[in-house]
């Protein structure tokens, strides 16, 4: 059994290049309706979908659509039973919506920062900037663990908290230090434990090298990379289509 998966959104004056493959290495095609379109391929039903490799080549796809023209996400999974199905049922349907939406993103696209902390410097760096801490830590030097425990907790907790508002801190650096050259700013919560931020930024295409020089005050305390240019997944949402399709 056989249907369509569905990438996403793009203008439908796009031709998609002869090379381009998705999900299961595919061919990529284009199904247009009026002025809008949508990357498509075919993908055998009988094939379990969802894992690692079909994850990223569903991303790899719209992260390199979105380096040359502008492409709404459609949601992983979205499959339909046949190109007719896609013009008539998601692109017809939802076309000036679609319209409006690549005209806002036209010569766009996201870019993400991610900030961490040298892991060989953070404590030290919070043990200077908080004497409490410092106070806590000579408390319980050389003292048995049970006699020290409120101690130890409070010194914990004390760690935990000027980390988390080191965090805050410099998210808000990174937000800052960014917004003067991108359309909108998305800040996250950092995940890892030497993360110090997760922003994303919808930007012009021509800016990138704008938005490195001013992430360049950042490098001298933090480890920042700028990934991009992306699919604008955190500004334009992702197209959710439910089709009874679906494998």
Same mark, same amino acid.
């Given at each position: 059994?056989?249907?369509?998966?569905?990438?996403?959104?793009?203008?439908?004056? *796009?031709?998609?290049?002869?090379?381009?493959?998705?999900?299961?290495?595919?061919?990529?095609?284009?199904?247009?309706?009026?002025?809008?379109?949508?990357?498509?391929s075919d993908l055998d039903l009988d094939r379990p979908l969802?894992?690692?490799?079909?994850?990223?080549?569903?991303?790899?796809?719209?992260? %390199?659509?979105?380096?040359?023209?502008?492409?709404?996400?459609?949601? =992983?999974?979205?499959?339909?039973?046949? #190109?007719?199905?896609?013009?008539?049922?998601?692109?017809?349907?939802? /076309?000036? /919506? =679609?319209? &409006?939406?690549?005209? /806002?993103?036209?010569?766009?696209?996201?870019?993400?920062?991610?900030?961490? +902390? *040298?892991?060989?410097?953070?404590?030290?760096?919070?043990?200077?900037?908080?004497? #409490?801490?410092?106070?806590?830590?000579?408390?319980?030097?050389? @003292?048995?663990?049970?006699?020290?425990?409120?101690?130890?907790?409070?010194?914990?907790?004390?760690?935990?908290?000027?980390?988390?508002?080191?965090?805050?801190?410099?998210? #808000?650096?990174?937000? /800052?230090?960014?917004?003067?050259?991108?359309?909108?700013?998305?800040?996250?919560?950092? %995940?890892?434990?030497?993360?110090?931020? +997760?922003?994303?930024?919808?930007?012009?295409?021509? @800016?990138?090298?704008?938005? &490195? #020089?001013?992430?360049?005050?950042?490098?001298? @305390?933090?480890?920042?990379?700028?990934?991009?240019?992306?699919?604008? +997944?955190? =500004?334009?949402?992702?197209?959710?289509?439910?089709?009874?399709?679906?494998?």
């Amino acid at each position: 059994m056989a249907g369509v998966y569905v990438y996403g959104i793009v203008p439908a004056d *796009v031709d998609i290049d002869d090379e381009a493959r998705g999900i299961g290495e595919a061919p990529v095609a284009i199904v247009r309706q009026e002025g809008i379109a949508a990357l498509v391929s075919d993908l055998d039903l009988d094939r379990p979908l969802g894992t690692p490799e079909d994850l990223v080549a569903h991303g790899a796809l719209l992260d %390199a659509t979105a380096a040359a023209v502008p492409v709404l996400p459609v949601r =992983f999974g979205a499959v339909l039973t046949d #190109r007719g199905a896609v013009a008539e049922e998601l692109l017809a349907e939802h /076309e000036d /919506e =679609f319209d &409006e939406a690549l005209h /806002e993103l036209d010569g766009k696209a996201q870019y993400v920062i991610n900030a961490r +902390y *040298v892991p060989d410097t953070l404590l030290q760096d919070v043990i200077a900037g908080d004497p #409490r801490i410092e106070r806590l830590r000579e408390a319980i030097r050389d @003292r048995p663990e049970d006699a020290t425990r409120t101690e130890r907790i409070a010194l914990g907790e004390a760690v935990n908290g000027a980390i988390e508002a080191r965090r805050q801190a410099d998210t #808000r650096a990174v937000a /800052e230090a960014v917004a003067p050259v991108a359309d909108e700013v998305v800040t996250h919560e950092p %995940a890892g434990e030497y993360d110090a931020a +997760y922003v994303s930024v919808l930007a012009d295409l021509d @800016r990138e090298g704008d938005l &490195e #020089r001013a992430l360049g005050g950042l490098a001298e @305390r933090l480890q920042v990379r700028l990934l991009g240019p992306l699919a604008a +997944y955190d =500004f334009v949402g992702d197209v959710k289509w439910d089709s009874s399709a679906q494998s």
